[in-house]
């Protein structure tokens, strides 16, 4: 999560700095640009997680089966990272612009719309486990993104006043 908002950082500062120039083309341009590096950024860090995540694991403990789900919980997670890295950005761009209230939309609607209703859905009536609490946040990081990117690309937030 922390490289995420360290790139989410860095967008909102993007996108607000042009904005209050009165460029909101070059903010649009500079939270995709913030969201390509990201992507970049996370396949390195999903790479680590899937074939380095069980050596992490090791660091902390020598049980083979926490080993074995922890190692499945990050090879997991690890499909999700270029698209958490993209909602991350891109709800920075649009908090910068003052869209707050679609990003709360967005951030609700993934964690309790999906992830939760999910995690229960799978890990508990499906019997998946852990292993499914995991996909069901892999899941909302997934449709969170899809969202995020739906409302930025409206543009809305280009004409808001703050």
């Known amino acids: 999560f922390n490289p995420g908002q ?4 860095a967008a909102t500062t993007l996108v607000g700095q042009n904005l209050g120039a009165e460029d909101p083309w070059t903010a649009e341009r500079a939270a995709w640009q913030a969201s390509n590096i990201a992507i970049a950024f996370s396949i390195i860090l999903a790479l680590g997680l899937v074939f380095l995540g069980r050596f992490v694991v090791f660091l902390y403990t020598d049980d083979p089966t926490v080993i074995d789900l922890s190692a499945d919980c990050l090879r997991i997670i690890a499909v999700a990272q270029p698209f958490m890295m993209v909602a991350f950005v891109l709800v920075g761009g649009l908090r910068a ?10 951030t ?3 964690i309790w719309g999906v992830r ?3 995690a229960y859905a799978l890990a508990i009536r ?3 486990g852990l292993r499914g609490a995991w996909i069901a946040m892999a899941v909302d990081m997934i449709v ?8 930025f690309k409206a543009g809305h937030w280009k004409r808001m006043r703050v």
Not at 99 to 104: I, K, L, P, S
Not at 144 to 151: D, I, K, P
């Open 6 to 9: 360290a790139f989410q950082t």
């Open 108 to 110: 609700l609607a993934g």
């Open 97 to 106: 612009a003052g869209d707050t209230r679609w990003a709360m939309y967005i």
């Open 144 to 151: 969170r993104c899809v969202l995020v990117c739906m409302r």
């Open 116 to 118: 939760i209703l999910l």
């Open 126 to 128: 499906a019997g998946a």
